[in-house]
């Protein structure tokens, strides 16, 4: 069985930062895929960013395109969402999620339990 757990959210004014980590333990398999999910409050789940497993291939919904950077460290099992230039539309529950596949893909076998931002002036 596979864990994730995300950390690193918060409340950040508009034009703020934020980074959040995603570790996960576990069951590892040899190789994954990283994505983060989003959820803002009365809208429909929305997949932010996902990265292979080499690191190689990123890609990104367009309205965080040139903002935001997912980045992971496989020697920690450890992936990263950097979150620049903020707006309080980013407002939302963000989900560190798995495939176990090497390439992206748009669905997820495992996911983490969700972590607060809020971008508010």
């Known amino acids: 069985q596979l864990q994730l757990v995300e950390s690193g959210g918060g409340s950040v004014q508009p034009g703020g930062s934020l980074r959040l980590s995603c570790v996960v333990s576990?069951?590892?398999?040899?190789?994954?895929?990283i994505g983060w999910v989003r959820q803002a409050p009365g809208k429909e789940r929305e997949a932010v960013a996902c990265?292979?497993?080499?690191?190689?291939?990123?890609n990104y919904t367009e309205s965080v395109a040139g903002r935001f950077t997912i980045f992971r460290d496989n020697a920690k099992n450890t992936g990263y969402l950097q979150m620049n230039e903020l707006k309080p539309e980013d407002t939302a529950i963000y989900y560190c999620?798995?495939?176990?596949?090497?390439?992206?893909?748009?669905?997820?076998?495992?996911w983490g339990q969700g972590i607060q931002v809020t971008v508010s002036a």
């Open positions: 999620a798995v495939s176990f596949t090497y390439a992206c893909r748009p669905t997820f076998d495992s």
């Open positions: 576990g069951d590892i398999l040899d190789y994954y895929a």
């Open positions: 990265i292979s497993y080499s690191g190689r291939s990123t």
